[in-house]
């Protein structure tokens, strides 16, 4: 007898996790995911060093070269997939499909490299996906306040800036939550 | 050349067979596999639900891998998640997908009204996080 699917499967909502390289992606979706995040890493080559930015991210030796990806079941109807964007320029490729039938984007920012995260800002912005700017905290250390990262990402009033510890499981609950009010907000 | 001709193939250099060689070089999904051509049809979506059905009558010579979808996907399981528990390229993925679904090995259910979940599911979604 043939099964279908179409009785049992849960429905899949996706959230982009995107931002510069190093930024904490990988650390964010491992901090709320119930299953170990699946990803392909590649070890960073001299090759690599020329073509990856690691300014400022002295302690990152290896970078995600795929996507990584995480999974929390709502209830049994809904689970929630996260997935991390390619933090790399040549993988830019990849983020169509990504962003494909995706609910919203959380663009995780280090204030060391704010800049890193406007190519993430100028796409969701192009593609009207609803977006907030999660500011990791990196050792609890806030460098600046949340209106002084609006002003230097020039962002307009409705995209939430919010802070957070990309490692602790709470803090990036709440920034999962935060963005799914937002989007809330943005289609009401 | 020396023996060493092949030092750089070590651990760090990860798999040296090519991501395609297990679809014998097909890169090419006929249902609109991501590699199946820019813009051709829409590829099977990353969290499309792929189950396996219960008909074991096929004639269809299995590789290890086609098999180990089939395991996978005895409850209804994302590509994604596919991808990465056999550490295969989402685009060989979908190309062996292809071939169980023309076979009638498997069925494939595409996300709904992609990224536009109704006002009951986003609240769904809230509480679900609250309480984890």
């Known amino acids: ?188 | 050349m020396t023996r060493d001709e092949h030092d750089w193939l070590d651990a760090e250099a990860g798999p040296v067979v090519r991501p395609y060689a297990v679809t014998r070089g097909r890169t090419n999904a006929r249902t609109g596999g991501w590699a199946g051509g820019w813009g051709k049809a829409t590829p099977i979506d990353l969290v499309a639900f792929v189950q396996a059905v219960d008909d074991t009558s096929t004639g269809m010579f299995l590789l290890p891998e086609h098999q180990a979808i089939l395991d996978r996907a005895k409850t209804p399981v994302t590509v994604a998640e596919l991808a990465g528990h056999l550490d295969l390229a989402v685009g060989v993925v979908r190309v062996l997908l292809d071939d169980l679904l023309q076979q009638r090995l498997i069925s494939i259910n595409e996300p709904d009204g992609a990224g536009r979940p109704d006002e009951r599911v986003l609240k769904a979604v809230i509480n679900g996080l609250r309480s984890l």
Request: charged share 25%; hydrophobic share 45%; with cysteine.
């Open chain 1, 1 to 188: 007898m043939a099964s279908d699917p179409s009785e049992h499967s849960p429905m899949a909502v996706k959230i982009l996790i995107a931002g510069g390289f190093g930024v904490g992606k990988t650390t964010l979706v491992g901090a709320v995911s119930e299953i170990s995040p699946l990803q392909t890493e590649e070890i960073l080559t001299n090759v690599g060093v020329e073509i990856d930015d690691i300014t400022g991210v002295e302690r990152k030796t290896t970078t995600t070269v795929a996507m990584d990806f995480g999974r929390i079941s709502i209830n049994g109807e809904i689970v929630l997939y996260l997935f991390g964007t390619p933090g790399q320029d040549r993988f830019w490729f990849l983020w169509d499909e990504l962003a494909l039938g995706a609910l919203g984007a959380v663009v995780l920012a280090d204030t060391r490299r704010l800049t890193d995260c406007f190519p993430s800002l100028d796409y969701f912005e192009r593609r009207r996906t609803p977006f907030l700017v999660a500011v990791n905290c990196f050792d609890g250390v806030q460098r600046h306040s949340v209106d002084a990262v609006r002003r230097a990402l020039d962002l307009d009033d409705r995209s939430p800036v919010v802070l957070c510890d990309a490692r602790d499981r709470r803090s990036v609950k709440d920034v999962l939550i935060a963005l799914v009010e937002h989007v809330m907000v943005v289609r009401a």
